[in-house]
């Protein structure tokens, strides 16, 4: 058998004096780790020995010059992160594999998440913001800043691992460290709920809920709170103290919930989707409920005589971009988007058929757990309806004389109603959940005991001695006098 030991020898014969005082440029992008070793010992002028090839690529960005030594710092970093150390050895550095015992004393301390290296050289582990982003602001206040000749601090980054790389005067590196840290914070999460429904006016109008049960505080761009009041909301002794995500009305968010199901369940609305996503703090999210429809965009007659229609795929449906913003106070600036797309004419997607395009933009500000409603998308929509007698509607020819067509035109509303629950800290999306779980248990709970007062009232007649109370007012008296409102 036969062994081959390969091993590279750098040697460079350059005046040392002039290392520690130069300055280089230097930026790199998937560079391999062994080039980083051939460029480290032409510019320090030192002979390193690497008897093994080692694996990687690395990125390395700075925005001004760094000292000579502080690159040997960078290549030490990288080697260590690869399990390998430089060690001197008279007059070369060799290349060496990191004892197990011996990496585990030199780890630094994890609540610093800092390398100190000689010189003042220190490199930061980034957790919760991106290191590119932290560079963009540093070295805009290193430019506004005054230095002493040399004393100017560099910052560079390494994407890979997403850390910073700060040289310079101890002073500022130390009051650049104390910026990251409050830069670098754990962001908050937000768990937003969206439910889509369509409400036909002329059903809600019979029940008397529109935007809220009669009640609420509207906002511009078609946006509503929900403050349902079903029953006076505290009539009803509810126990909520089992709820672990702090909301400051649970009562009026029971009385929402209660209030959807009892429209859902007397048909008053359709629930469309229920779709729900966890946003990071001040960034924006997006959900999207529809579908994807063929479209007919031409049509090609061949010298045979044969047809080839051309068809295009369309997305049609709701799409809603939220973005919350969570203050000290736990309440929830939310922006919102909606957007609906439809056909209009189903029945003919021939040649660019009418499509219909609804958006609103608004914004609102929210208790934790508290919900706002998204009006306005209106549209109109025609039902076919057949009714037929059994077996002889469906007799050939004379079966039309059984049967019974008519076409009812009917004024929808598509409704998004939107809540936002903040996580708790050191909490994550399955104890949200499993609360929330809790919140729906209780909420039909109230309905349940809502009902069952409702049965025990005797209906009152409103009357006025002078005049006779039009349908409308007498139906917002019953209102009031069911639900309290």
Not at 83 to 108: A, C, F, M, T
Not at 203 to 225: A, C, M, P, Q, R
Not at 326 to 333: A, D, I, P
Not at 443 to 457: A, S, T
Request: aromatic residues 6%; positive net charge; charged residues 30%.
């Amino acid at each position: 058998m036969k062994l081959l030991f390969s091993f590279l020898f750098l040697s460079f014969h350059l005046p040392s004096s002039l290392f520690c005082s130069q300055l280089i440029n230097i930026n790199f992008k998937d560079l391999d780790i062994n080039e980083l070793i051939k460029i480290t010992s032409k510019e320090i002028e030192k002979n390193i020995l690497v008897t093994n090839k080692i694996e990687g690529k690395l990125d390395f960005l700075s925005s001004s010059a760094i000292k000579k030594e502080s690159l040997l710092d960078i290549l030490k970093y990288t080697l260590k992160s690869k399990g390998y150390k430089i060690v001197q050895s008279k007059e070369i550095l060799r290349v060496v594999k990191i004892d197990p015992k011996e990496e585990n004393i030199e780890l630094p301390k994890k609540e610093k998440k800092t390398d100190k290296i000689k010189n003042h050289c220190e490199i930061l582990f980034l957790e919760n913001i991106d290191a590119k982003n932290v560079e963009k602001v540093l070295n805009k206040i290193i430019e506004k800043r005054v230095y002493e000749k040399f004393s100017k601090p560099t910052v560079a980054v390494n994407e890979e691992l997403n850390s910073i790389v700060l040289d310079g005067n101890l002073e500022e590196i130390e009051n650049l460290k104390e910026f990251i840290k409050k830069l670098d914070i754990e962001k908050k999460q937000v768990y937003v709920k969206a439910l889509i429904v369509e409400l036909d006016n002329d059903l809600i109008e019979d029940i008397g809920i529109k935007f809220g049960i009669l009640g609420g505080k509207s906002y511009s761009g078609g946006l509503y709170t929900f403050s349902s009041n079903l029953n006076g909301g505290e009539a009803i002794a509810i126990n909520t103290s089992s709820i672990g995500l702090e909301i400051p009305n649970v009562t009026s968010t029971l009385a929402l919930g209660a209030s959807l199901n009892l429209l859902n369940k007397t048909y008053g609305l359709d629930i469309i989707s229920e779709p729900s996503i966890l946003c990071i703090n001040n960034k924006a999210s997006s959900i999207y409920v529809g579908e994807t429809i063929s479209i007919q965009t031409g049509t090609t007659v061949t010298d045979g005589g044969n047809t080839t229609n051309s068809y295009e795929r369309e997305d049609v449906g709701l799409t809603l971009n939220v973005k919350p913003r969570v203050s000290k106070n736990n309440k929830v600036y939310l922006e919102v988007t909606t957007l609906v797309e439809n056909i209009k004419n189903r029945d003919n997607t021939y040649f660019n058929p009418d499509t219909s395009k609804k958006e609103i933009k608004t914004q609102a500000i929210l208790n934790n757990g508290e919900s706002v409603i998204i009006g306005g998308l209106m549209e109109k929509k025609n039902e076919k309806t057949v009714q037929k007698v059994p077996f002889a509607g469906d007799i050939p020819l004379i079966g039309e004389l059984f049967k019974n067509r008519s076409e009812n035109s009917q004024n929808k509303n598509l409704v998004v109603v939107i809540t936002p629950y903040i996580i708790p800290e050191n909490r994550d999306l399955t104890y949200v959940r499993k609360e929330l779980s809790k919140l729906k248990s209780l909420e039909d709970q109230f309905l349940e005991k809502v009902l069952i007062k409702l049965k025990k009232r005797k209906t009152k007649k409103v009357e006025n001695k002078n005049e006779t109370l039009s349908s409308k007012t007498l139906h917002k008296e019953m209102i009031k006098e069911y639900f309290g409102i």
